[in-house]
C-alpha cells in the first residue's frame, strides 16, 4: 500500500481498449468496499469532450491544418496535435496513415527496438513519430489527467500518483515488455505500480461478482481454464481449486505461452472479405483504403457482437478517384458473415491431438507484428491443454493425453458472443467425451470488457488481507550460481556452488532476505548468472550453499548475460547482500544491494518456462 493511499485503481491496458476502475481501501466498518467502473473523459468529435467506460486504445497525430484551432483541447491540456481514444479511432478509420493502434502488441514484438520512434508504422506521411512504449505512456497519462480531473479537483490527496495501482498485462508477456510498461507507467508519472497476469484479473473479477457463491459454482478438483481472447493476444490459464485447513482454495498451475493472436487478425479478416465484395464489383481497394477498411471492421465487429438483434452494419471507406470529391465507397458486414469467418478461420472444429500448423515463412519480410502462423486457436488450446497433462498439481485421470478443465470462464470482448463461446465449448467437450470424461461447465462472465480491470481492483483488495487469493507458489526451489574463490588454474574452471534464494511453494508477492555473508557482485563488465531450479532439493531454506549436486538434482535456465551499471563510482566486484523478489507475473528479481543499502542492481529471470 502507498503511504496515505486513499484508493486502488485497476487498470486495463489493452490493445484494443482501455479501462479503469477503483475502490476505496477497506476500513472498519468498510471491510468490502464497492468497486466502481471508472467513465474516461475523451474526445468524441471536434470540440467535444463525453465520458465513455472505455478509452479506446488509439492515437491519431493531427496535421496542422486539420482542425480548428482548441478543438482538439481537454480539460487539463490545450495546443496538443495528438489525442487519443473514440474520436482518434474514429478519424483514424478515414485517414490511418496518422492513425496509432496495436501499441501493446508492437510493445512486446522482439523484432525492433521497442523505445525506438517506430509508430505510426508503414507510414509514408510526414507526422510525428511515437515509440511503443511512448505511445503505451500516452494512454496511461490520459487516463491519470482524467481521473485527477474528476476524483482530485478538490481533494489533493485523491491524485492518482499518490494511489496504489495495479496494472494488467498478459499472462505471456516476455520480461522486455513488462518492464517496459513499468517504465510506460513512469514516463506517465505513475511510481507505486504493481502488474497483474490479466485471466488472473478476469478471474478475480469473476470471484467479487459471486460474493460467496463461488464456492457453490465450483469444487475441490476442479481444473478451471480462463480463456482469454484480446484484441493482441489469446490467453490461458488453468486454476486447480483445491482444500487448505478445510477451507477450499485456488491455485494457478499453469500460464500460456505468448499467442499473438486476437481480436486484430478477426479484424484483417473481416477488411479482407469487404475487400473482396467491393473488387468483385468493380471498386479496386489500394493499401491506404484497405488500412481504413481495417478499422472500419473491427467497428463493425465490435458493434455486431454487442448487438443481438443487429443483422448487419454499413462500412464505408473514403474514394480515392481523382474525380470524385469527399466521394465514400459503400459495402455491409452481415452478422451471419462474422460468425461464419471468426467461427470456421479462428475456432475451426479440431481434435485435441491437432496442433498450431507451422507455415514456411518468406526470408525477408517487412519488421512488422509476429503473428501466430497460424489462426486456429482451437489448436492452440489443444496444445496448451497437452503440454500440461503432467502438471504435478493435477491428478492425471489414466489415459488422459491433455489436462482435462472440469469448467471454464471466457474474457475479451470477442468472447461476448454466445456463438463463438457456444463453439468453443463444442470443441472442448467432444475432446473431453472422446476420453470418457465430463463436458466443461460454464461459468457465468460480466461485462466482458470491463472485468479485467475490476479484477485488478479486486485484487488490490486481496493485497490488504481480506479477499480470496488465487495462489500459485512455485513449484521448484531456485539458486542463484556462485563462483568458487580460488587461484587461477590454467584449462580449468573455478568450480561452481549454488545458493538458495527461493524455496519450493514460495507464494507469488514474497520478498527474501537471504541470509548469511555478502557476496561479490561483478559490475562494469559483461558477466553471465546462472540460475539453477530443483525439484528434488524443496528443504533447503534460503541461504542454503549447495558445494555439489547429483546429476539430475539441480536444472540449469538459460543464463542471463548482461553488463551491470556502475553506481556512485562502484565498480569490478562490489561487496553485496541478497533480496529475492517472487513477484505477481512469474518472474523472480535478485536484488543485489551495496553494504550502504544506497545502490541496487536487480537480475530477473523468468521461471514461468520452467515451472
Same mark, same amino acid.
Given at each position: 500500500?502507498? /503511504?496515505?493511499?486513499?484508493?486502488?485503481?485497476?487498470?486495463?491496458?489493452?490493445?484494443?481498449?482501455?479501462?479503469?476502475?477503483?475502490? /476505496?481501501?477497506?476500513?472498519?466498518?468498510?471491510?468490502?468496499?464497492?468497486?466502481?467502473?471508472?467513465?474516461?473523459?475523451?474526445?468524441? +468529435?471536434?470540440?467535444?469532450?463525453?465520458?465513455?467506460?472505455?478509452?479506446?486504445?488509439?492515437?491519431?497525430?493531427?496535421?496542422?491544418?486539420?482542425?480548428?484551432?482548441?478543438?482538439?483541447?481537454?480539460?487539463?491540456?490545450?495546443?496538443?496535435?495528438?489525442?487519443?481514444?473514440?474520436?482518434?479511432?474514429?478519424?483514424?478509420?478515414?485517414?490511418?496513415?496518422?492513425? !496509432?493502434?496495436?501499441?501493446?502488441?508492437? #510493445?512486446?514484438?522482439?523484432?525492433?527496438?521497442?523505445?525506438?520512434?517506430?509508430?505510426?508504422?508503414?507510414?509514408?506521411?510526414?507526422?510525428?513519430?511515437?515509440?511503443?512504449?511512448?505511445?503505451s505512456a500516452k494512454y496511461l497519462q490520459h487516463l491519470k489527467n482524467a481521473?485527477?480531473?474528476?476524483?482530485?479537483?478538490?481533494?489533493?490527496?485523491?491524485?492518482? &500518483?499518490?494511489?496504489?495501482?495495479?496494472?494488467?498485462?498478459?499472462?505471456?508477456?516476455?520480461?522486455?515488455?513488462?518492464?517496459?510498461?513499468?517504465?510506460?507507467?513512469?514516463?506517465?508519472?505513475?511510481?507505486?505500480?504493481?502488474?497483474? @497476469?490479466?485471466?488472473?484479473?478476469?478471474?478475480?473479477?469473476?470471484?467479487?461478482?459471486?460474493?460467496?457463491?463461488?464456492?457453490?459454482?465450483?469444487?475441490?478438483?476442479?481444473?478451471?481454464?480462463?480463456?482469454?481472447?484480446?484484441?493482441?493476444?489469446?490467453?490461458?490459464?488453468?486454476?486447480?481449486?483445491?482444500?487448505?485447513?478445510?477451507?477450499?482454495?485456488?491455485?494457478?498451475?499453469?500460464?500460456?505461452?505468448?499467442?499473438? #493472436?486476437?481480436?486484430? *487478425?478477426?479484424?484483417?479478416?473481416?477488411?479482407?472479405? !469487404?475487400?473482396?465484395?467491393?473488387?468483385?464489383?468493380?471498386?479496386?481497394?489500394? *493499401?491506404?483504403?484497405?488500412?481504413?477498411?481495417?478499422?472500419?471492421?473491427?467497428?463493425?465487429?465490435?458493434?455486431? #457482437?454487442?448487438?443481438?438483434?443487429?443483422?448487419?452494419?454499413?462500412?464505408?471507406?473514403?474514394?480515392?478517384?481523382?474525380?470524385?470529391?469527399?466521394?465514400?465507397?459503400?459495402?455491409?458486414?452481415?452478422?451471419?458473415?462474422?460468425?461464419?469467418?471468426?467461427?470456421?478461420?479462428?475456432?475451426?472444429?479440431?481434435?485435441?491431438?491437432?496442433?498450431?500448423?507451422?507455415?514456411?515463412?518468406?526470408?525477408?519480410? &517487412?519488421? +512488422?507484428?509476429?503473428?501466430?502462423?497460424?489462426?486456429?486457436?482451437?489448436?492452440?488450446?489443444?496444445?496448451?491443454?497437452?503440454?500440461?497433462?503432467?502438471?504435478?498439481?493435477?491428478?492425471?485421470?489414466?489415459?488422459?493425453?491433455?489436462?482435462?478443465?472440469?469448467?471454464?470462464?471466457?474474457?475479451?470482448?470477442?468472447m461476448k458472443s454466445d456463438l463463438l463461446q457456444g463453439r468453443v465449448l463444442?470443441?472442448?467437450?467432444?475432446?473431453?467425451?472422446?476420453?470418457?470424461?465430463?463436458?466443461?461447465?460454464?461459468?457465468?462472465?460480466?461485462?466482458?470488457?470491463?472485468?479485467?480491470?475490476?479484477?485488478?481492483?479486486?485484487?488490490?483488495?486481496?493485497?490488504?488481507?481480506?479477499?480470496?487469493?488465487?495462489?500459485? +507458489?512455485?513449484?521448484?526451489?531456485?539458486?542463484?550460481?556462485?563462483?568458487?574463490?580460488?587461484?587461477?588454474?590454467?584449462?580449468?574452471?573455478?568450480?561452481?556452488?549454488?545458493?538458495? !534464494?527461493?524455496?519450493?511453494?514460495?507464494?507469488?508477492?514474497?520478498?527474501?532476505?537471504?541470509?548469511?555473508?555478502?557476496?561479490?557482485?561483478? !559490475?562494469? @563488465?559483461?558477466?553471465?548468472?546462472?540460475?539453477?531450479?530443483?525439484?528434488?532439493?524443496?528443504?533447503?531454506?534460503?541461504?542454503?550453499?549447495? @558445494? =555439489?549436486?547429483?546429476?539430475?538434482?539441480?536444472?540449469?535456465?538459460?543464463?542471463?548475460?548482461?553488463?551491470?551499471?556502475?553506481?556512485?563510482?562502484?565498480?569490478?566486484?562490489?561487496?553485496?547482500?541478497?533480496?529475492?523478489?517472487?513477484?505477481?507475473?512469474?518472474?523472480? @528479481?535478485?536484488?543485489?544491494?551495496?553494504?550502504?543499502?544506497?545502490?541496487?542492481?536487480?537480475? =530477473?529471470?523468468?521461471?514461468? =518456462?520452467?515451472?
Amino acid at each position: 500500500m502507498k /503511504e496515505n493511499a486513499k484508493y486502488i485503481i485497476g487498470m486495463d491496458l489493452g490493445t484494443t481498449n482501455c479501462a479503469m476502475a477503483y475502490v /476505496e481501501y477497506p476500513t472498519a466498518g468498510n471491510e468490502k468496499p464497492e468497486i466502481k467502473n471508472f467513465a474516461i473523459p475523451q474526445l468524441t +468529435g471536434p470540440g467535444v469532450v463525453e465520458e465513455r467506460p472505455l478509452l479506446p486504445s488509439f492515437m491519431y497525430i493531427a496535421s496542422e491544418i486539420e482542425f480548428p484551432k482548441g478543438s482538439l483541447d481537454l480539460p487539463w491540456i490545450s495546443g496538443q496535435n495528438y489525442f487519443v481514444g473514440e474520436f482518434a479511432q474514429k478519424r483514424g478509420a478515414e485517414s490511418p496513415k496518422r492513425l !496509432v493502434s496495436s501499441a501493446k502488441s508492437w #510493445l512486446c514484438n522482439e523484432g525492433v527496438s521497442r523505445e525506438d520512434k517506430i509508430l505510426p508504422s508503414g507510414n509514408d506521411v510526414e507526422c510525428e513519430k511515437f515509440s511503443p512504449i511512448e505511445t503505451s505512456a500516452k494512454y496511461l497519462q490520459h487516463l491519470k489527467n482524467a481521473w485527477n480531473h474528476k476524483m482530485a479537483a478538490t481533494d489533493k490527496n485523491a491524485v492518482m &500518483e499518490k494511489q496504489t495501482i495495479y496494472i494488467t498485462v498478459p499472462a505471456s508477456f516476455d520480461a522486455v515488455a513488462r518492464d517496459l510498461t513499468l517504465k510506460a507507467a513512469s514516463l506517465a508519472g505513475l511510481s507505486n505500480v504493481t502488474l497483474l @497476469e490479466e485471466p488472473q484479473a478476469a478471474f478475480y473479477s469473476w470471484i467479487n461478482n459471486m460474493d460467496a457463491k463461488w464456492r457453490k459454482e465450483v469444487k475441490e478438483g476442479d481444473v478451471i481454464l480462463v480463456f482469454d481472447i484480446g484484441g493482441g493476444t489469446t490467453d490461458f490459464s488453468l486454476i486447480y481449486v483445491g482444500q487448505q485447513d478445510g477451507e477450499m482454495s485456488l491455485n494457478r498451475i499453469a500460464v500460456g505461452n505468448h499467442i499473438l #493472436l486476437g481480436g486484430d *487478425n478477426m479484424d484483417v479478416a473481416l477488411a479482407n472479405l !469487404v475487400r473482396t465484395k467491393l473488387e468483385a464489383s468493380g471498386k479496386k481497394i489500394d *493499401n491506404w483504403q484497405f488500412q481504413a477498411l481495417w478499422y472500419s471492421a473491427r467497428a463493425a465487429k465490435e458493434a455486431l #457482437l454487442s448487438d443481438p438483434k443487429a443483422e448487419k452494419v454499413p462500412v464505408t471507406i473514403l474514394s480515392r478517384g481523382k474525380s470524385v470529391i469527399g466521394g465514400v465507397i459503400k459495402s455491409e458486414i452481415l452478422k451471419s458473415e462474422i460468425e461464419s469467418i471468426l467461427i470456421e478461420g479462428f475456432l475451426p472444429k479440431s481434435g485435441s491431438d491437432e496442433m498450431p500448423l507451422k507455415q514456411k515463412s518468406s526470408g525477408i519480410t &517487412e519488421l +512488422g507484428l509476429p503473428y501466430a502462423s497460424d489462426p486456429a486457436i482451437t489448436r492452440h488450446l489443444a496444445k496448451f491443454l497437452t503440454e500440461h497433462v503432467s502438471n504435478e498439481n493435477y491428478k492425471k485421470k489414466a489415459g488422459a493425453s491433455f489436462i482435462h478443465p472440469s469448467a471454464m470462464l471466457f474474457n475479451g470482448g470477442v468472447m461476448k458472443s454466445d456463438l463463438l463461446q457456444g463453439r468453443v465449448l463444442e470443441t472442448i467437450n467432444s475432446w473431453l467425451e472422446k476420453e470418457k470424461s465430463q463436458n466443461v461447465k460454464l461459468l457465468p462472465s460480466t461485462n466482458m470488457d470491463l472485468a479485467v480491470a475490476r479484477g485488478a481492483a479486486y485484487f488490490g483488495i486481496v493485497k490488504t488481507g481480506a479477499g480470496i487469493r488465487i495462489k500459485g +507458489g512455485t513449484a521448484r526451489s531456485y539458486y542463484i550460481g556462485l563462483e568458487t574463490a580460488m587461484p587461477a588454474v590454467p584449462g580449468m574452471r573455478a568450480p561452481m556452488k549454488a545458493l538458495c !534464494v527461493v524455496p519450493a511453494k514460495t507464494e507469488e508477492g514474497s520478498v527474501i532476505a537471504v541470509p548469511g555473508k555478502e557476496f561479490g557482485l561483478r !559490475v562494469g @563488465e559483461a558477466s553471465e548468472f546462472k540460475l539453477f531450479a530443483s525439484t528434488t532439493h524443496k528443504a533447503e531454506a534460503p541461504g542454503t550453499i549447495l @558445494e =555439489e549436486w547429483s546429476e539430475g538434482d539441480l536444472l540449469e535456465t538459460p543464463p542471463l548475460e548482461t553488463s551491470l551499471e556502475k553506481k556512485d563510482g562502484l565498480e569490478g566486484v562490489v561487496p553485496v547482500k541478497i533480496e529475492t523478489h517472487v513477484t505477481e507475473i512469474g518472474t523472480v @528479481e535478485i536484488w543485489c544491494v551495496s553494504r550502504d543499502d544506497k545502490n541496487r542492481w536487480k537480475l =530477473e529471470f523468468n521461471i514461468r =518456462e520452467n515451472e
